[in-house]
């Protein structure tokens, strides 16, 4: 049996919480938490140390894809979802509309919209990047605060990639 383990680092829009097992990340979500409880230690497993690192260089603009392993539990849907939300290019949006496309389900674009809020593995699986037809940013169970943090720190990053 894997033990999970739990640790969090202050990001520049909050405490973000890590869980995973030895050999893979569960979940990366915001927590509401004012400060660091459980920060990295040196016995925490190398899967979350990496994940850890990869996510400052993120934050820090040097980053753009993870290469640490993940796992989700989910509905074969919800795998389909999340998957498609990794085809979406740094710093780009596409609606929900465009996902329930790519995932063959032209009319479920409610049912992506409820599989993009139980993606556990924000940034990583990139849920943010989802806004509605309109252009407005909708729903984020990170809340939009940050929704609009990761977009905007995701275009000047790339804007400054391409200079």
């Excluded at 939300?85 to 509309?97: I, K, R």
Aim: aromatic share 8%; proline share 4%; with cysteine.
């Amino acid at each position: 049996m894997n033990h999970v383990h739990q640790i969090e680092f202050q990001s520049p829009i909050g405490i973000v919480e890590i869980t995973g097992t030895d050999k893979a990340i569960r979940s990366i979500l915001f927590s509401e938490k004012s400060r660091v409880t459980m920060p990295l230690s040196p016995d925490s497993p190398q899967v979350l140390k990496d994940c850890q690192q990869q996510l400052e260089e993120y934050f820090q603009g040097k980053r753009m894809d993870f290469t640490f392993a993940c796992e989700s539990a989910g509905t074969e849907f919800q795998q389909r979802v999340w998957t498609a939300l990794t085809d979406v290019p740094y710093a780009e949006t596409v609606s929900y509309g465009a996902i329930a496309k790519a995932v063959g389900s032209e009319k479920a674009v409610r049912a992506v919209g409820n599989a993009n809020s139980k993606n556990k593995l924000s940034i990583v699986v990139p849920c943010h990047r989802i806004i509605g037809a309109n252009g407005k940013l909708t729903g984020y169970a990170g809340t939009l605060p940050r929704k609009e943090w990761l977009l905007r720190h995701e275009k000047a990053c790339s804007d400054n990639q391409s200079v």
